[in-house]
């Protein structure tokens, strides 16, 4: 059975594809069978950041309006079998989320996590995903307004029955980060009421990575960063690496 996990914001561009994608990439690495999707119907850029543009004939649309079978929709990633990726629509208009539920219950068995990419704010992504998912990770930038959008969603997915509710600082910067107007990570933890998941320092490599589809760099701070929110996920205690 498997952990279905939402990724949100409140404001756009915290970097909730990039952070689902490399979170998805190291469970795969790690050994879970991982599933990958994005909700961000139009807006679509997981397959870009993980290397399967070309690959991707169908989409999750197809899927949900019956057009296609999932097996058809479904690529493997380059980099490890584990993971398994439905692009999202390059289409707007005309696809609609009504059968996510019949799909995910679908793949249910199939998996240790199915990470649900959304959009920004508490559109029709986001409530299709919390109708189905049991736990969410909230993906903030460390500055005042997206802490405070990050909180008015945390709120939402917490009141409509999600527990398990995890924060991602994304795009750290420790010199930027005495502008933000908080004092430290702690304030910024209690300012969204979500237990801390990681800190991904903003990070031109790892930029360059998400642009052209390439895996970040075994070993560096950002791989070690996502790899130490696997353990986390998986109950180890690992130490937040902050750099
Ligand atoms: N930790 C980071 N360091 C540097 N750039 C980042 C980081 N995380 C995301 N980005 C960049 O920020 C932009 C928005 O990221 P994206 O994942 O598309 O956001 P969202 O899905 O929330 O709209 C992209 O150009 C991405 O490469
Ligand atoms: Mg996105």
Do not use: W
């Not at 915290?14 to 998805?24: D, E, H, I």
């Amino acid at each position: 059975m498997a952990r279905v996990i939402m990724v949100a914001s409140g404001k756009g561009g915290t970097g909730k594809s990039t952070v689902a994608t490399f979170l998805s990439h190291e469970l795969a690495l790690k050994g879970y069978r991982t599933f990958l999707t994005e909700l961000d119907m139009g807006f679509r850029s997981i397959d870009v950041i993980s290397g399967i543009s070309e690959m991707a004939v169908y989409d999750i649309g197809d899927v949900l309006d019956g057009s296609c079978t999932a097996d058809k929709a479904i690529v493997t990633s380059p980099r490890t079998d584990k993971l398994h990726i439905m692009a999202a629509p390059g289409r707007k208009n005309g696809v609609s989320l009504h059968n996510l539920k019949a799909f995910t219950d679908s793949i249910y068995n199939d998996y240790d996590y199915i990470i649900l990419d959304t959009a920004a704010g508490t559109g029709e992504a986001f409530n299709a995903a919390l109708a189905v998912s049991n736990m969410a990770v909230v993906v903030a930038t460390p500055d005042a307004i997206s802490v405070r959008d990050a909180r008015i969603v945390s709120d939402e997915i917490y009141y409509n029955g999600i527990r398990d509710v995890r924060l991602i600082i994304n795009k750290y910067n420790k010199e930027t980060f005495r502008h933000s107007g908080f004092e430290d990570g702690d304030s910024i933890i209690d300012a969204c009421c979500a237990q801390l998941l990681g800190v991904v320092p903003a990070d031109e490599q790892l930029h360059l990575s998400a642009m052209t589809g390439r895996p970040l760099a075994a070993g560096s701070v950002s791989q070690k960063v996502f790899s130490s929110m696997v353990e986390r996920l998986n109950g180890s205690h690992v130490q937040i690496i902050v750099k």
